[in-house]
């Protein structure tokens, strides 16, 4: 199989070069750092002088940016050019608190249509593809940077955002769209209301390429995406988000895509994996950890160690790839948030693992939540259950199929409490898939009444 390319200089760069091109990205970064007040004063604090960093270890006696920080400096930021020069400001979606405003020059803009046109390339796309946009728009920076890169490669794109399942259903085979770009969350309720408007997307539709993203996804989640779709479909990853510029920081290659891992764009972004409670560096593979970005070429608000929040490791190929994208490391695909892990009597559980064992399991349905009871101060979950709906006429035996299953790959069990098709909550963007109790009722009373039931059962039929 023959790789297409969009910069095939960058991409195919070996290793060594662009560890070399990086550090000298690096030291301007740091110079421009030095415009914006609170890095200036953070590295004047720790006794840092840029001109003395010089490898990936220096880069560790620097101070880190988070998003409490970040929130703090609002409403301009870490803006390191003049007003004049910002072309642009965008925020974040502000789930967790106020939204905070990144500024983008026109450079960072450009590199937005570079980056994702790269991302794209990899992913199959060719000028004669229809596509179908439906990331958001407004504040949020994903659908107009999706806009940049289709329009980048030529592609023929139409800007629908999340929502308007109604119309995407019929026009995804009017117009033989070819390619999707969504959350999979929204990409799942769209074959649901596909198939309620006796549409078939295996059949009715033409699409040949997804580009996934905006939340956490496993590759079961993805294959029972794709088993809906046309013969052919391949699903692709692509990770970003405003603070670090733009939703094309990686990308799935062909390859990439099938191993769960993504290639990070290394002439742009600096990546480290470390451990979300020490801060210590992890390098060895498939150990998870928080992934820490520092910006190489951003103008408006560059980044300098970055923390993500989003969980990750290192593969045991990242630095090797048939594709050709030797010097763009693979790092696996985010399994998480470090606030989204719950410690369940002392286990650690993440959504991303009920996920997987749910959407790999026969007979479950396209909604499933995990329901926390918190400690009196509501900070610590005590107490998870799994709640799965399954599909029509589905074994009842799979409650405890999943049971089992979910107890190999946890080290615990949890109670799994059925609900019917279409009684939990569908979500267009990105799903939420922690909730206490009381957000449960409102969400899915019905369902949130008979947990509070099942809650008065003996223990052991509890475990089902
Ligand atoms: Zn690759």
Redesign the pocket.
């Known amino acids: 199989m023959t790789?297409t390319y969009w910069a095939a200089d960058i991409e195919t760069m070996p290793r060594e070069h662009m560890e070399r091109l990086q550090f000298e990205l690096l030291a301007e970064t740091l110079r421009s750092c030095l415009q914006v007040p609170h890095y200036r004063e953070g590295l004047a604090r720790v006794g840092a002088d840029p001109r003395d960093v010089r490898t990936p270890d220096d880069l560790a006696a620097l101070p880190f940016i988070d998003k409490s920080t970040l929130r703090s400096l609002q409403p301009w930021g870490i803006q390191a050019v003049p007003l004049e020069d910002v072309a642009r400001l965008n925020a974040t979606t502000g789930t967790t608190g106020l939204p905070c405003n990144i500024a983008f020059t026109r450079s960072d803009l450009d590199n937005i249509g570079e980056l994702g046109a790269r991302n794209l390339t990899?992913m199959g796309l060719r000028s004669s593809d229809v596509a179908w946009q439906c990331y958001g728009y407004g504040l949020w920076i994903g659908g107009s940077s999706l806009d940049r890169a289709y329009e980048r490669i030529g592609a023929t794109a139409f800007p629908a955002g999340p929502g308007r399942t109604s119309l995407a259903v019929e026009r995804l085979r009017d117009l033989g769209v070819t390619v999707i770009s969504c959350t999979p969350t929204f990409a799942l309720l769209l074959v649901e209301r596909a198939r309620a408007a006796g549409i078939d997307p295996a059949t009715d539709w033409n699409l040949r390429v997804g580009i996934f993203g905006g939340e956490a996804m496993t590759p079961a989640a993805l294959a029972r995406l794709s088993e809906a779709m046309p013969a052919g479909f391949r699903a692709h990853n692509t990770y970003g988000t405003t603070e670090l510029g733009g939703p094309f920081v990686a990308g799935?290659?062909?390859?990439?895509a099938q191993q769960g891992t993504f290639?990070v764009w290394a002439d742009h972004h600096l990546i480290e994996i470390l451990d979300p409670d020490t801060g210590e560096r992890i390098t060895e593979p498939g150990v998870r950890g928080e992934l820490v970005v520092t910006s190489l070429q951003r103008q408006g608000s560059p980044m300098l160690r970055w923390r993500t929040r989003d969980l990750t490791s290192w593969v045991e190929d990242s630095w090797a790839?048939?594709?050709?994208?030797v010097a763009?490391p693979?790092i696996s695909w985010i399994s998480g948030r470090t606030d989204d892990v719950l410690k369940v009597r002392g286990s650690l559980v993440m959504p991303s693992q009920v996920e997987d064992v749910v959407c790999s399991t026969a007979g479950t349905g396209a909604g499933w939540q995990l329901v926390v009871d918190r400690d009196p101060e509501g900070l610590r979950a005590t107490e998870a259950t799994v709640v799965v709906e399954l599909v029509a006429g589905a074994d009842p035996e799979v409650a405890g199929e999943l049971a089992d299953r979910l107890r190999d790959r946890l080290g615990i069990r949890l109670p799994v409490v059925t609900a019917g098709p279409g009684e939990l909550p569908r979500y267009e963007g990105k799903a939420r898939r922690v909730l206490d109790r009381a957000e449960l009722a409102d969400v899915a009373p019905a369902v949130a009444a008979r947990l509070a039931v099942d809650d008065h059962r003996p223990s052991d039929a509890m475990a089902r």
Request: proline share 7%.
């Open positions: 790789t990899a799935t290659c062909e390859h990439a290639h790839c048939p594709c050709g994208r763009h693979k």
